[in-house]
């Protein structure tokens, strides 16, 4: 920032003002002024508009500070697009295969005389098993839509159009920089 303070010198000797009197003009403390000059602190925005105020100059927009904060998520943009790309298609997979939440079910019956007994399993186990004494045999399967499901492929779907939309933006701003 040592461009900065030359600056400030140059300015306040060509208004043949004193420190104290530039410093009082612009609204800041003279020894605040004075590490200005000498290029020890960078000013904040607010600083820059009352030095642009108080010697009627636009140059000093080149010296606001820049922030990192925008421009380090632009950077990461691509790698946030693919990493959501890769959640949502994983998660849309679980889903459509029923890894996480089946969605069959299995209905064995179990009968000995006058015993009648069901049991109903996500897990296919025969035709026929034995559990104890008891023999069950299968009697039905049945597909249910199970609200879990339905829930990650929309959660995938979002994922992945989100990652759509940060890849795209992430390509404009690229060309526009160019």
């Known amino acids: ?102 969605e069959t079910y299995f209905t064995y019956q179990a009968k000995q005389g006058e015993f009648l007994a069901f049991n109903v399993s996500q897990q296919y186990q025969g035709e026929r098993f034995i559990e104890g004494d008891v023999t069950y045999q299968i009697v039905g399967e049945r597909q249910v839509s199970r609200i879990e499901n339905r829930f990650l492929i929309v959660g995938s779907v979002v994922c992945i159009l989100l990652s759509i939309v940060a890849g795209v933006f992430s390509q404009r701003y690229k060309f526009r920089k160019l």
């Open 1 to 102: 920032m040592q461009s900065l303070g030359i600056e400030l010198k140059r300015l306040r000797t060509n208004k043949k003002w004193t420190q104290a009197f530039a410093a009082r003009e612009i609204g800041i403390q003279q020894s605040y002024l004075s590490k200005l000059e000498n290029g020890q602190f960078i000013p904040s925005p607010e600083v820059i508009e009352k030095l642009k105020l108080c010697y009627d100059e636009v140059c000093f927009n080149n010296y606001l500070p820049t922030t990192p904060s925008t421009n380090v998520p632009l950077k990461k943009l691509p790698i946030l697009s693919f990493v959501l790309f890769i959640i949502g298609l994983i998660v849309w997979l679980c889903a459509t295969y029923e890894i996480f939440y089946s």
